[in-house]
């Protein structure tokens, strides 16, 4: 018999004993019973006490660039009113090294935003061609209104971005808090938290990114960065795309 089998096979017959004992009321009072030893706690080693702290980062992440979003109207104050078309064609205008010539990175997603339909919230994006996917609205920063995040298709490269933005209350400016550029396979929004994930380059395994907003940075900070076991090891996929430099819009 296959060991997992018998180990089923097993947990069948001691649960049939069980109920029988307790059938004929043997032993079983209901009083607690022991669990059996449990492992010595260990606490952390700290590695070269010695050696001294770091003045500065040793690389520049962009967590808190925010970037004012030139050129589209928010009326009202109302985020909603935005076109989620504009948004992205001010980003395309703004840093043109990304999508501009031929040997821009992300040519083909500038190319293609011409089939976008334009208009505000309610304006599907199905189009074909079209690389910007459906607009999320909700309050991530906790001031009480919708904040809007967006994810685009960055072609040719078969990479995603994802971007928060939030309206500025007293000058209805609307401002980018959080870039965020890779391959993915997921994105949540959670309470004041945008959660990304990954593909990893180790089978059975994924990236979880979560950005949480932090009121005194007024930006979406990295807030957690794992690797997670999702399943058995499968064929390796092929290596993850480095994510970009940081711009100046904090992409990476």
Not at 30 to 49: E, F, H, I, M
Not at 65 to 81: F, K, L, M, Q, Y
Not at 94 to 109: I, L, N, Q, S, V
Not at 151 to 175: C, K, N, S
Request: charged content about 25%.
């Amino acid at each position: 018999m296959p060991p997992s089998r018998r180990v089923r096979a097993l947990r069948r017959v001691a649960a049939v004993a069980l109920l029988s004992a307790a059938a004929i009321g043997c032993g079983d009072t209901g009083g607690l019973r022991g669990a059996g030893a449990t492992p010595t706690a260990v606490s952390p080693a700290r590695l070269w006490p010695d050696l001294p702290p770091a003045s500065s980062p040793a690389f520049d992440l962009g967590e808190v660039d925010t970037e004012v979003v030139e050129g589209v109207a928010v009326p009202d104050g109302d985020i909603r009113a935005v076109d989620p078309v504009a948004v992205v064609r001010a980003e395309i205008t703004a840093h043109p090294d990304d999508y501009r010539g031929d040997r821009a990175p992300y040519r083909e997603t500038a190319r293609r935003m011409s089939d976008c339909p334009e208009g505000g919230e309610g304006q599907g994006r199905a189009a074909a061609g079209c690389p910007l996917l459906e607009p999320h609205y909700r309050d991530l920063t906790g001031d009480g209104r919708d904040d809007l995040t967006l994810g685009f298709r960055l072609l040719p490269e078969q990479l995603t971005a994802v971007r928060v933005y939030t309206v500025d209350p007293d000058e209805h400016r609307l401002t980018q808090v959080m870039a965020y550029d890779d391959a993915l396979s997921g994105v949540e929004l959670a309470g004041r938290s945008v959660i990304i994930r990954s593909p990893s380059e180790v089978a059975g395994y994924e990236y979880r990114l979560q950005w949480t907003w932090d009121p005194d940075q007024r930006a979406m900070l990295l807030t957690h960065d794992e690797m997670l076991r999702i399943g058995h090891p499968g064929p390796t996929p092929s290596a993850r795309p480095t994510p970009s430099a940081p711009s100046p819009a904090g992409a990476r």
